[in-house]
């Protein structure tokens, strides 16, 4: 079946500018997470949703980030004003009840 | 100290060999373990989730769990040079899904 898709794939933006990150979870899979990974660095947790609300956000570094997923199953990942510091790879992960996250193939953003 | 902690490596064996691959956690209350490998320039694959103690095998993979010294391993049988990749190892607090907090993986070179 198919797997979590992501959108884009590359985003290069301004500093300063807003972006969307979207995420399409496998088919039925209820928990949708968000991580950014840097070079030489594992996953850093953002956000998870369990169904439509956010069930843990711990991991959002700021109020310039933010996360919705209105319907239970795409979720999109915002960033305000965005910083050069903020350029990484986005990763958007689902899972099926206490199974592992499984990746989608991430966003690359990088903020010139 | 980091909650999850790898040795960064580079960890390099010959083909045919066996590669150990080793992972400390901080927190007593986490209950799931996963191991991912990352291919350079693309995202984690989840190779082997184990969720209690001992040994447990897929084809030519090992995991290793032991939670009294809060320890996991993975264990690649037959390294081959397609194993060359960073391993991540991650760990969650409890079984339902939730955050998973990342190592910053091990690099493995399998040189034929």
């Known amino acids: 079946g198919a797997g979590v898709s992501q959108t884009p794939s590359n985003k290069v933006t301004e500093k300063g500018k807003y972006v969307e990150l979207r995420c399409d979870p496998i088919s039925g899979h209820t928990a949708l997470y968000w991580y950014r990974q840097s070079l030489g660095q594992g996953p850093e947790f953002l956000i998870y949703f369990q169904g439509t609300g956010a069930a843990d956000d711990s991991g959002l570094p700021n109020d310039r980030f933010f996360a919705v997923r209105p319907e239970g199953s795409v979720s999109t990942l915002k960033i305000q004003r965005t910083e050069r510091g903020d350029s990484a790879v986005y990763l958007c992960?689902?899972?099926?009840?206490?199974?592992?996250?499984?990746f989608g193939p991430g966003t690359r953003l990088t903020v010139l | 100290q980091k909650e999850v902690e790898q040795n960064s490596g580079p960890l390099s064996v010959p083909e045919g060999a066996i590669a150990s691959l080793n992972c400390t956690y901080s927190?007593?209350?986490?209950?799931?373990f996963f191991w991912y490998r990352q291919y350079s320039g693309k995202s984690p694959e989840l190779i082997m989730s184990?969720?209690?103690?001992g040994d447990k095998e897929d084809g030519r993979f090992t995991a290793q769990l032991n939670k009294a010294s809060q320890y996991v391993s993975l264990l690649i049988r037959d390294s081959q040079p397609s194993d060359s990749a960073t391993y991540l190892c991650?760990?969650?607090?409890?079984?339902?899904?939730?955050?998973?907090?990342f190592g910053d993986g091990t690099t493995l070179t399998v040189k034929p």
């Open positions: 184990i969720y209690s103690n």
């Open positions: 991650a760990v969650k607090i409890g079984t339902n899904a939730g955050k998973s907090t």
């Open positions: 927190d007593r209350g986490s209950q799931s």
């Open positions: 992960a689902s899972s099926a009840g206490t199974a592992a996250p499984l």
